[in-house]
């Protein structure tokens, strides 16, 4: 799943270098995308992002998937004081607790999107189910859609939940194991 977006983005980014190199650059500088496949391992995005940092010397660091590597990368961008632009990540601990000078976002935050699904389905449904793959993102979607149902739509609630975990294909054994209500 994460490929899919990372194939997009780069496709993007690519169009817009070449755009901007054809007509001499930024600042008559020439401009390069260095990619990493990271497979969606903290580990291994922190490791790229510190040798992007010190042998590449590179100083924009655009990306990454998901919010579990952009925590971790984060901090790295601001150990050494480089822009890390955010353009697929929405965890609200990156725009509060992680925040810092070098930090730049193109996405929305999971807290914006949980309130949404909570206005959109709480005038209607009383009883809501989720399933979504398990990483820090939905996570966050949930418990901000829970807090704006609380709020706003007492009587509509996340009854259920499934978390296959990051990649699972076949949701059905998560399903299965994990589609009973949710003790409060």
Not at 2 to 19: F, R, T, Y
Not at 149 to 176: M, Q
Request: charged share 25%.
């Amino acid at each position: 799943m994460a490929a899919v977006h990372a194939h997009s983005i780069v496709n993007g980014i690519n169009l817009a270098i070449d755009e901007y190199n054809e007509k001499g650059g930024i600042l008559g500088r020439k401009l390069e995308l260095l990619v990493r496949d990271d497979q969606t391992k903290p580990e291994l995005g922190v490791s790229h992002v510190r040798d992007l940092f010190i042998r590449e010397k590179i100083d924009f660091l655009l990306g990454p998937g998901n919010s579990a590597l952009c925590m971790a990368q984060t901090l790295i961008a601001k150990q050494y004081k480089k822009i890390l632009m955010n353009t697929n990540s929405n965890s609200p601990k990156l725009r509060i607790d992680l925040f810092h000078p070098y930090y730049f976002t193109m996405t929305f935050s999971g807290e914006e999107e949980g309130y949404t699904w909570a206005e959109k389905l709480g005038p209607t449904y009383t009883k809501i189910g989720y399933i979504g793959q398990d990483y820090e993102a939905p996570h966050q979607y949930i418990k901000n859609m829970r807090k704006r149902l609380d709020a706003k739509f007492p009587n509509s609630k996340v009854i259920v939940e499934a978390w296959p975990k990051l990649g699972e294909t076949d949701y059905t054994p998560s399903i299965t194991r994990s589609w009973r209500p949710i003790p409060r």
